[in-house]
C-alpha cells in the first residue's frame, strides 16, 4: 500500500552531500539557489568590460612570447568569458525559473573555463622560457584574477575550488620547474597555498550570502504568516511601521472605514487612511481633533485611543500600541452596541420600575440643568393621601396598578410636564408656567387628577392628594433649597383637612426653622432634666375646700424664651420623649403633693404615648410609693383625641389604673369630638368639662344650657364632674348651678409653682367661700 504522505518525508542525506556540505558550505534550496543565480546579472558590466580587456591582454602575451599552446589557451579563455557574459545577461533578462539551472551551469562552465585558459596561458609563458618580467607580470595577473573571482561577488566555492585548481596548479607546477631552486619551489607552493586560501574565502563568502537569503526567506515566511492571521482576525486592525505607513490592515478594518483597497505598492499613511475614510466623511472636526492629537502621542511613542464616529452613527474605538522595536498595531472596534447597553442601562438607573417615570436621581439631574439654565418654572410636589389603606384594604397588586396609572395620569395631565416619582407615594413635576396662579391652577388640576376613582375588575380605587409648590428661581436657586421650599408648602397642605394645595411663602421656612430650634430646646431640657411643674388647685364647690391639684409641665426658668406647655408636649410626643416628660413630671409632683398638708390628691396629665407604653402604671406606681402616696390619691387626665387612635391599648392601661385604685378623668369634654358611646366604654370616674363651654354663657341662655347638659351627662354616668376654665364668680355660679362637684381655673388660683402651692391653696380656698358665700371651715 502507498501511504500518500511519504512525499513528505525528506531524502536521506547522502555521504557526498554530507562531504559537500563540510567543503563547500551548506546548499541552497531551489527557490533561493535561483535568486542567487539571477544575482549574477549585476556583474554583465564588470564582465563586460574585464572580459576583452583580459582577452586582448592574453592573445597580446600569446603573440610576444611566440606560443601558440599560449594562443589555443587564450581562445579557451576567452569563450569561457563568453559563457560567463551569457549567463549574467541571460540573468539580468526575464526568465523562468526552469531556465536558471541552464544558466547557473553556463557560468560556472564560463569560470571553469576562463580560468583553465588563465592557468593554460601562465603554463605556455613559462614554459616558452620569455623574459623573467614577463612571466613575473602574467603570473601576479593569474593570481589577482583567482583573487578576484572567488573572494567576492558571484562566487561558489565549487566553481572557486575549480578556479583555484584550473589556475594555481598548472601555475605551480611550471613555477617549480622553470624558476631556479630553491626560489621557484618556495614560489610554487605559495601560490598553492594561495589558491587554497582563495577557496576558504569564496566558502565563507558564500556561507554568507546563503546565511542572508535564508534570513530573508524566514522573514518573508513570516510577513506571509502575519497577512495571513492579520487578514483572518475577527478584529478589524492594522499595522504600521515606525512612520505610521500601513504596513497590513485587514478586511475589516477596510470594511468598517468604507474603504475598497489600499494600494500595496504605495500604501498610504494611517491618518492619510482615515482622512479618506468614505464612512468617516461627515465627521471630520472629530477626525481631524484626533490626528492632531494622536501625532503628539505618535511622537512620544505613547499608546493612544480614540472614538471615531461614522457617518451612520456607529461608534468605533480605535486603539494604536506601540510595537517593541518599531511600529505600531492599531485596533479598531465597534462599540456601538456595547455604548447603546450602557446608555440603556444609564438610563434604567434613572427609572421608577414600576411607573416607568424617571426616579428621584433623574428628578435632580433634570431639576439642577433647569436651573443651571435659569429657567422660570414652578416645582410641584404630590403627596398622595390614603395610599397605605389601598394596600392594606385591596393588596399590593391593586396598589401597585394604581400607583401606575397615578404615575401615568400625572405624566400625562399635559404632555409639556416633567413627571417623577421621587419615592413611596411622593411625585415631583417639573412645569414651565407663567406664574403662581398657574402653578396652583395646575396644582389643582393634578389633584383633581390624582382624585378620579380607578377600577380594577371588582375593586374600585381612590386616593386623594397634597400638593406643594415651590416658584424657580424666586423660592430658590439651588436643587436642594427649591426642594425644600416645595416640601414645607406640602408639608402645610398636609395639616389641612382633605385635599388641598399650598405654595411656598417665606413664612413657612421660619416657622420651620423655629420648630427645629424648638425641637433642639426641648430636646436639651429634657435630657439636662429641668423641666419645672405648676400645679392648680380643684377646689370643692360644697366644701370650698381644695381636694386636689392637677400638675402642668412648665418650661425651666433659664433665662430663654419659655415654649409652652402644649409645644413642648407636641415635640416630645413627636420625637418620642413623652415618657422622659411624664417620668420628670410625676417624680416632682408626687414629691410636692406628699409634702401638702390633709389628702389632697394628684391629678397628672397623660398623652396617647403615655397610655401606649406598657411601663406607665409601674412607673407611676414606683413614683407614688417613692413620694410616700398611695395609688388611690393619683388620677390621670386623658383626652378624646389620644383615645381615637388606639383605644384598645389605652383602655388596657387605664383599667389597670383603676385596678390598682387610681381615678382615670377624661380631660376637655366638650372641646372636641365628645363620643357619648366612648365615654360609656371606658374605665373612667371623672369629667373635666372644657373651660371652652364656660365662654358666653354670660349672656347666652343656651350657651349655658349646654354647659348644664354636659355636667347632667356626667353625673348620670356617675362621674365625678369637674368644671375647668372658671374664671369669674358668675362662671362658679354657673357651675354650682350646674350641680358640679369641683371647679379649677383663674377664679380659684392659676397654676402656681410648687413653693407657692400651699400659700395658692389658701388664696383659692379663700376665693372659693368669698364667691360661693360659704363660712370659713
Ligand atoms: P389642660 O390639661 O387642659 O390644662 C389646662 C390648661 O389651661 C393649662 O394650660 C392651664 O394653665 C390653663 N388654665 C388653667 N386655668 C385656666 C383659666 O381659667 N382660663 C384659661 N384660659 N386657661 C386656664 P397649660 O399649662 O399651658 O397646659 C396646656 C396643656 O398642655 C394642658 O391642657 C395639657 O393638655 C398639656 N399638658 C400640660 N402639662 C402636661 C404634662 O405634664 N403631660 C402631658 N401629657 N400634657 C401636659
Ligand atoms: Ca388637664
Ligand atoms: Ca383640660
Redesign the pocket.
Known amino acids: 500500500m502507498n501511504l500518500s504522505f511519504d512525499n513528505n518525508v525528506p531524502e536521506p542525506i547522502t555521504a557526498w552531500q554530507k562531504w559537500r556540505d563540510r567543503l563547500f558550505g551548506p546548499g541552497l534550496p531551489p527557490v533561493l539557489m535561483g535568486e542567487f543565480t539571477r544575482a549574477i546579472g549585476s556583474y554583465y558590466s564588470p564582465f563586460l568590460v574585464a572580459g576583452p580587456v583580459a582577452a586582448a591582454l592574453a592573445i597580446a602575451v600569446a603573440v610576444s612570447v611566440g606560443s601558440t599552446l599560449a594562443l589555443a589557451f587564450a581562445a579557451v579563455a576567452l569563450v569561457g568569458f563568453g559563457f560567463i557574459l551569457l549567463a549574467c545577461r541571460e540573468a539580468l533578462s526575464p526568465i523562468g525559473d526552469d531556465a536558471l539551472p541552464g544558466v547557473e551551469a553556463r557560468y560556472a562552465l564560463g569560470c571553469i573555463m576562463g580560468s583553465a585558459g588563465l592557468g593554460g596561458i601562465v603554463l605556455a609563458v613559462l614554459a616558452a622560457e620569455s623574459p623573467m618580467m614577463l612571466q613575473t607580470v602574467v603570473v601576479m595577473v593569474a593570481l589577482a584574477a583567482l583573487g578576484v573571482a572567488n573572494g567576492t561577488g558571484p562566487g561558489r566555492p565549487q566553481v572557486a575550488a575549480a578556479q583555484a585548481i584550473c589556475i594555481s596548479v598548472p601555475m605551480t607546477l611550471a613555477i617549480i620547474v622553470q624558476w631556479p631552486w630553491p626560489w621557484g619551489l618556495a614560489a610554487g607552493i605559495g601560490v598553492l597555498v594561495y589558491g587554497i586560501i582563495c577557496v576558504s574565502v569564496a566558502r565563507r563568502s558564500f556561507t554568507t550570502q546563503t546565511e542572508l537569503l535564508h534570513a530573508r526567506e524566514r522573514s518573508r515566511a513570516e510577513r506571509v504568516r502575519m497577512d495571513v492571521a492579520v487578514a483572518h482576525l475577527n478584529q478589524a486592525m492594522a499595522i504600521l511601521d515606525e512612520a505610521l505607513r500601513v504596513v497590513v490592515v485587514n478586511r475589516r478594518a477596510l470594511d468598517l472605514l468604507g474603504i475598497e483597497a489600499i494600494d500595496t505598492a504605495n500604501p498610504p499613511s494611517f491618518p492619510e487612511l482615515l482622512a479618506g475614510a468614505p464612512n468617516l466623511a461627515r465627521s471630520s472636526g472629530n477626525r481631524e481633533e484626533f490626528l492632531a492629537h494622536a501625532a503628539m502621542l505618535v511622537a512620544a511613542r505613547q499608546q493612544f485611543n480614540g472614538v471615531l464616529r461614522l457617518n451612520d452613527d456607529r461608534v468605533i474605538d480605535l486603539e494604536c500600541l506601540p510595537i517593541p522595536g518599531g511600529g505600531w498595531v492599531s485596533m479598531l472596534r465597534d462599540s456601538t452596541g456595547e455604548r447603546n447597553a450602557i446608555a440603556e442601562l444609564n438610563r434604567e438607573i434613572r427609572r421608577c420600575p414600576l411607573t416607568g417615570l424617571p426616579n428621584r436621581r433623574a428628578f435632580i439631574e433634570e431639576l439642577e440643568k433647569r436651573l443651571g439654565r435659569g429657567d422660570e418654572f414652578a416645582l410641584l410636589l404630590v403627596d398622595l393621601d390614603g395610599f397605605k389603606q389601598v394596600n392594606d384594604r385591596h393588596g399590593h397588586a391593586v396598589g401597585d396598578r394604581m400607583m401606575t396609572r397615578i404615575g401615568f395620569r400625572l405624566r400625562t395631565a399635559d404632555p409639556a410636564l416633567f413627571a417623577a416619582r421621587l419615592v413611596g407615594d411622593e411625585f415631583a413635576i417639573l412645569a414651565e408656567v407663567a406664574d403662581v396662579q398657574a402653578a396652583e391652577a395646575l396644582g389643582h388640576r393634578l389633584i383633581d387628577t390624582v382624585d378620579t376613582p380607578a377600577r380594577f375588575g371588582e375593586e374600585e380605587v381612590q386616593v386623594g392628594a397634597a400638593v406643594g409648590i415651590a416658584m424657580a428661581p424666586g423660592d430658590g436657586v439651588l436643587a436642594e433649597s427649591l426642594l425644600r421650599a416645595a416640601d414645607l408648602a406640602l408639608l402645610a397642605a398636609k395639616l389641612r383637612p382633605g385635599n388641598s394645595l399650598r405654595r411656598f411663602t417665606p413664612e413657612l421656612l421660619q416657622q420651620s426653622t423655629s420648630a427645629a430650634n424648638n425641637e433642639a430646646r426641648v430636646r436639651m431640657v429634657l435630657r439636662a432634666g429641668t423641666i419645672d411643674v ?1 400645679y ?1 388647685p380643684m377646689v370643692d364647690i360644697t366644701t370650698g375646700r381644695v381636694v386636689s391639684v ?4 412648665r418650661w425651666p426658668d433659664d433665662g430663654s424664651e419659655p415654649l ?3 409645644c413642648l ?1 407636641a415635640i416630645a410626643e413627636a420625637r418620642g420623649l ?1 415618657g422622659r ?2 417620668r420628670l ?1 410625676m417624680a416632682q409632683a408626687a414629691a410636692t403633693v406628699a409634702a401638702l398638708p390633709g389628702d389632697i390628691s394628684l391629678w ?4 396617647v404615648l ?1 397610655l401606649r407604653s406598657e411601663a406607665m402604671v409601674d412607673e407611676m406606681m414606683d413614683a407614688l410609693q417613692t413620694a410616700g402616696l398611695s395609688p388611690g390619691r393619683l388620677a390621670v ?1 386623658i ?1 378624646e383625641t389620644a383615645l381615637m387612635t388606639d383605644e384598645g391599648a389605652c383602655r388596657t392601661t387605664l383599667q389597670r389604673l383603676c385596678d390598682m385604685g387610681a381615678g382615670v378623668a377624661m ?2 369634654f366638650g372641646a372636641g369630638f365628645s363620643s357619648l358611646d366612648r365615654l360609656r366604654r371606658l374605665p373612667i370616674n371623672a369629667l373635666k368639662i372644657s ?1 371652652s363651654l364656660l365662654t358666653g354663657t354670660a349672656d347666652n341662655a343656651v350657651a349655658a344650657d349646654i354647659f348644664r347638659v354636659a355636667a347632667g351627662l356626667g353625673q348620670s354616668m356617675g362621674l365625678v364632674v369637674v368644671a ?4 369669674s364668680a358668675e362662671e362658679l355660679a354657673l357651675a354650682r348651678s350646674a350641680n358640679i362637684q369641683r371647679v ?4 380659684l388660683s ?2 402656681v409653682s410648687a413653693a407657692l402651692l400651699p400659700l395658692s391653696i389658701l388664696r383659692a380656698e379663700a376665693n372659693a367661700r368669698a364667691a360661693l358665700g360659704l363660712a370659713a371651715a
Request: hydrophobic share 40%; net charge negative; proline share 6%.
Open positions: 405648676a392648680q392637677e400638675a402642668l409641665a409652652s406647655a402644649d408636649v413623652v416628660l411624664r413630671v397628672v396629665n397623660a398623652s403615655d387626665e383626652t380631660d376637655d373651660g375647668e376654665g372658671v374664671e379649677q381655673g383663674f377664679a392659676p397654676p
